[in-house]
Nanobody, 125 residues
């Protein structure tokens, strides 16, 4: 069974850091573009960042540029999202997802065909 599993979420104070992991099972991440999304109650899932199979990185929200870094370790079959200088408005459930296309990223959730269960990130003092 092909699936993604997120981990690394939790409660952190403003200004703190977290590193989210997205591990693939049942398939090899190499050759796929992987995106990170977040969602808060009552709102649609929004694209945060995406990493192409070639390693190119895209950040969709201006608010995360310079604070979040997406990376991948194909040997470990894992994609990461390093989140620094966290703010209360970063609070959300974070999901990773596999793009339909090997070297294509999109902020549209419909362009992704496999999702993790999500990990909660809460930024609060």
């Amino acid at each position: 069974q092909e699936r993604l599993v997120e981990s690394g979420g939790g409660l952190v104070q403003p200004g703190g850091s977290l590193r989210l992991s997205c591990a693939a099972s049942g398939f090899t991440l190499e050759g796929y573009s992987i995106g990170w999304f977040h969602q808060v109650p009552g709102k649609e899932r929004e694209g945060v960042s995406c990493i192409l199979s070639s390693g190119g990185r895209i950040y969709y929200a201006d608010s995360v540029k310079g604070r979040f870094t997406i990376s991948r370790d194909d040997a470990k079959n894992t994609v990461y999202l390093q989140m620094n200088s966290l703010k209360p408005e970063d609070t959300a459930v974070y999901y990773c997802a596999r793009s339909f296309s090997a070297n294509y990223c999109s902020r549209d959730p419909h362009d992704y065909d496999a999702w993790g269960q999500g990990t909660q990130v809460t930024v609060s003092s």
